[in-house]
């Protein structure tokens, strides 16, 4: 995946978990906002760390 793409989905996905902590914490609710916490910036660091899945043209599989 090209960078400016990773990048900009890394900033999406970091504000979406920002904003879900925030009103979470609107709502009261301190289960779901903590764990907003690990899996906001868990899912980030998982776009960087994990490689994008490659599929050769010759694989083998039929249609």
């Not at 902590?21 to 779901?32: D, E, I, K, T, V």
């Amino acid at each position: 995946m090209p960078f400016p793409i990773k990048f900009g989905l890394s900033v999406m996905v970091a504000l979406a978990a920002i904003a879900g902590w925030f009103f979470m914490r609107h709502l009261g609710q301190s289960g779901p906002q903590n764990a907003l916490l690990f899996l906001g910036p868990f899912a980030v660091g998982s776009l960087w760390i994990f490689p994008e899945v490659m599929r050769a043209k010759g694989d083998g599989r039929k249609k």
